[in-house]
């Protein structure tokens, strides 16, 4: 299969990253269906889907009769059976190996068998996700980041058995949406989470161990490293339970204690304060 032969794209999960990614898709001329389990979530990321639209019109970068046509390509299901019409399928669901594993099984089942099925995981291994399915061929990571009509990178990850057709398809298909594609071979966390969530972690330890507050380690950063936002501050904005779910896949893929989550991090989850999406975490929202 190859982009040009790419036309209805089945989005799994309905959340964060999912409305993220039928929006791009969607704003670039694809036919989306949107499946999540029920429809309160569909409700909920078509909301978000019109604002962050809404946003684009008001800033001219959208008119309003193609923010209502990009809202018309978007079909929200509860169910798999619209999936059949799929040519490309992208599972973005919470990122636990679990889930993960019982959606792609349930959509594997219903798809085309040409059908590229894609996992925008964070950091689990594709090679591992693509042997749950019986098309580990044309299985590939596409991670993309959040917020996903804004941010333009996306990593796209081999497994172990991903031919290149898929990957090259993929990799096109991510060109098409506007999107700036990175190649990177399968190992946990791949390259931005390898290297983001220790960073994140030791700042959550420094904050832990009375060497500075939040707002003077993202200072730090921000103004000596020049990132545009303190690793706090991003913690916050990605959630602080996919930071520690993501440092967990680190420590159990590659063995190394310098993968521990923080304490901080994990009492701050068990508190119920996991970022800007709860109102609180590092900071109050």
């Known amino acids: ?12 999960g309905a959340g964060t990253m999912g409305s993220g990614i039928a929006h791009v898709f969607a704003r670039s001329g694809y036919h989306v269906i ?7 979530f569909l409700d909920r990321s078509l909301e978000t889907i019109t604002r962050n639209l809404g946003r684009e019109v008001a800033k001219g970068k959208l008119t309003e009769a193609e923010k209502s046509a990009v809202l018309t390509r978007i079909q929200p299901v509860t169910n798999n059976i619209a999936l059949v019409g799929a040519d490309f399928a992208i599972e973005a669901v919470p990122e636990q190996i679990e889930v993960k594993t019982s959606i792609l099984k349930e959509v594997d089942a219903v798809l085309g068998p040409g059908v590229i099925l894609a996992s925008n995981t964070s950091s689990i291994s594709i090679t591992q996700l693509a042997a749950k399915t019986s098309r ?8 993309f980041f959040n917020p996903v009509p804004v941010m333009v990178l996306v990593e796209v990850i081999r497994g172990g058995a991903t031919s290149e057709a898929t990957f090259q398809t993929t990799m096109d298909l991510c060109k098409r949406l506007g999107k700036k594609p990175v ?5 946990p966390g791949f390259v931005s989470n390898r290297v983001l969530m220790p960073m994140i972690n030791e700042a959550a330890f ?5 060497v500075a507050t939040p707002e003077d380690v993202d200072a730090v950063m921000k103004l000596g490293m020049n ?6 501050e991003l913690a916050d904005l990605i ?10 896949v680190l420590q159990k893929g590659l063995g190394d204690q310098k993968y521990r989550a ?17 109102g609180r975490g590092f900071y109050k929202y």
Not at 227 to 232: E, R, V
């Open 1 to 12: 299969m190859s982009a040009d032969s790419i036309k209805t794209v089945a989005v799994l």
């Open 136 to 143: 580990p061929d044309r299985f590939i990571g596409m991670h």
């Open 34 to 40: 949107l499946r999540d389990v029920e429809q309160r």
């Open 183 to 187: 190649g990177v071979n399968d190992s």
């Open 227 to 232: 990132h545009p936002m303190g690793p706090l």
């Open 239 to 248: 959630g602080l339970d996919v930071c520690v779910d993501i440092l967990d």
């Open 262 to 278: 923080c304490p901080l991090l994990r009492q701050y989850v068990a508190a119920g304060w996991l970022g800007r999406k709860t």
């Open 206 to 210: 420094a904050v832990m161990e009375g």
